[in-house]
């Protein structure tokens, strides 16, 4: 029985002559290379940054509730796994927000060369590197800060 996937291959030129069009390579053709590795973790982290938006919306929603799911909320964020999800929520933000802005540059014809995008990489990672944990050591310091402020009044 011959491959149903054969069908696909089929096309035609303009003037009506069949053809077989030629099968896009897979990704283990492929060497792995970081500017890779980087557009397929940008849309990654979009998805993360999107689901960790909700928890952004959820936590306001205590705000408003009032006192009591305030302080709930608190506790969940207060804990070494809720501030765990809050550090990779931060990372992905940052890292979404890098890469967005990379293939924003790209799109407007910009920077778009291969030894530019490989060029570029490297300088990205220590970009998402240093303002991803610059942000997150800030807001853990501003958290640490109202603790304590909190337990001496």
């Not at 924003?104 to 300088?123: A, C, L, M, T, Y």
């Amino acid at each position: 029985m011959q491959d149903v996937r054969e069908a696909l291959y089929i096309g035609s030129r303009s003037d009506g002559t069949l053809i077989r069009r030629p099968m896009s390579p897979h990704l283990q053709v492929y060497k792995m290379r970081l500017s890779m590795f980087l557009s397929i973790s940008n849309r990654i982290t979009g998805v993360i940054a999107t689901a960790g938006s909700a928890l952004g919306v959820a936590w306001l929603a205590a705000v408003a509730k009032g006192p009591k799911a305030f302080a709930t909320a608190r506790k969940v964020t207060g804990n070494p796994l809720g501030q765990l999800v809050l550090f990779g929520w931060i990372i992905s933000l940052v890292w979404h927000t890098i890469g967005g802005l990379r293939h924003f540059i790209w799109d407007v014809g910009q920077r778009d060369s291969k030894q530019e995008i490989n060029e570029d990489g490297p300088v990205a990672v220590g970009v998402i590197a240093g303002v991803g944990v610059a942000l997150a050591l800030s807001l853990l310091g501003v958290s640490c800060a109202r603790a304590r402020r909190g337990r001496t009044k």
